[in-house]
């Protein structure tokens, strides 16, 4: 019996510690997306290198000659910023596709007011096929309407890349 209230006493505790952990978490992306749109220009997340970026085209005739390029510094005008939360944006390329930005672990965020303003995005390059759910997810995030997003039926290759740094001007 002793060992059952024990039991019953460790659980509760354990219980109630993850049960505060969710808003923690909350309140510090919430926090973190605050802050983005409080300063509308500089660097979001880790510093980096920026003097030597290459340009939205140099880097999609790279990346056809490989799947992924590590420790790539981009610059170019950002198309599109995530409408929800700022945690994801797309650098204009005028030869094709936009290139779509995700920031690593969503550590933090891009002001949404941030399009049509040039950024350097520095992380790592990759040839992705992103899933329908994503597509449909981003395409939501972006502020489609329902019709827009069941119209998205079929997964797309697209070049991505997962940004540890950006900064916007």
């Known amino acids: 019996m002793k060992k059952l209230f024990i039991l019953f006493v460790t659980s509760s505790i354990a219980f109630y510690a993850c049960q505060s952990e969710a808003p923690k978490e909350e309140a510090a992306e919430s926090a973190t997306e605050e802050v983005a749109e409080e300063r509308k220009s500089g660097l979001f997340g880790a510093e980096f290198d920026a003097s030597n970026p290459i340009t939205v085209a140099d880097l999609s005739k790279e990346i056809a000659e490989s799947d992924s390029i590590n420790n790539v510094t981009v610059k170019g005008e950002l198309s599109e910023v995530c409408q929800k939360m700022g945690c994801w944006v797309k650098l204009k390329n005028d ?10 672990g969503h550590d933090f965020f891009a002001p949404k007011d941030a399009a049509g303003r040039q950024a350097t995005v520095y992380g790592k390059a990759t040839k992705e096929i992103t899933p329908v759910a994503d597509l449909q997810h981003y395409a939501a995030d972006a502020g489609a309407t329902a019709e827009e997003i069941a119209k998205i039926t079929e997964p797309k290759e697209e070049l991505q890349i997962l940004a540890t740094g950006v900064i916007i001007e």
């Not at 030869?95 to 690593?104: A, L, P, R, S, T």
């Open 95 to 104: 030869g094709g596709e936009d290139i779509f930005v995700k920031f690593e």
